[in-house]
């Protein structure tokens, strides 16, 4: 189902709140807006500090996130769980990219430039083996030469 902000922000008022919003996009900037628009709206002030759970997906494995999702809030009330930059829901049709400044973070932060890498080769199914020869080894040069 496929909900528009308004509509998301409109039934959590209504106490219908959902147990799961995806948010995606190209616009880095509108997406942290609608996810403030919405915990401003789902917990009560002042509540965000302390029953918002916040997680960074290259960083964190699945087991942390279900466990911060079965853990109960730290005072009562409503509680969110935000995972940002997820693989989840990654596959081989839509594989997490290279960013365009791969260098650049390469350069000023080697290990966020390896986790990026890294994603790119668990959504492919490839694992650094695949990439002993440094031919690209077990990977078809079409299939290379699609992702890089």
């Known amino acids: 189902m496929s909900e528009s902000l308004e509509e998301v922000l409109q039934s959590i008022k209504n106490g219908k709140e959902p147990s799961c919003c995806l948010l995606y996009g190209e616009e880095s900037y509108l997406i942290a807006d609608a996810l403030q628009r919405i915990l401003r709206t789902l917990l009560p002030e002042g509540a965000d500090d302390l029953n918002c759970f916040r997680m960074d997906g290259e960083r964190t494995d699945v087991e942390s996130i279900c466990e911060a999702v079965l853990t ?19 596959s081989k049709t839509s594989t997490p990219s290279l960013p365009d400044d791969f260098l650049t973070l390469l350069n000023n932060d080697p290990p966020a430039a390896a986790r990026s890498f890294m994603n790119l080769l668990g959504g492919m199914g490839w694992s650094l083996e695949d990439l002993r020869h440094g031919d690209g080894g077990n990977i078809p040069a079409e299939v290379w030469d699609r992702v890089f």
């Not at 109960?72 to 990654?90: E, Q």
């Open 72 to 90: 109960r809030p730290l005072i009562s009330g409503k509680k969110a769980v935000v995972v940002r930059n997820t693989t989840l829901f990654a």
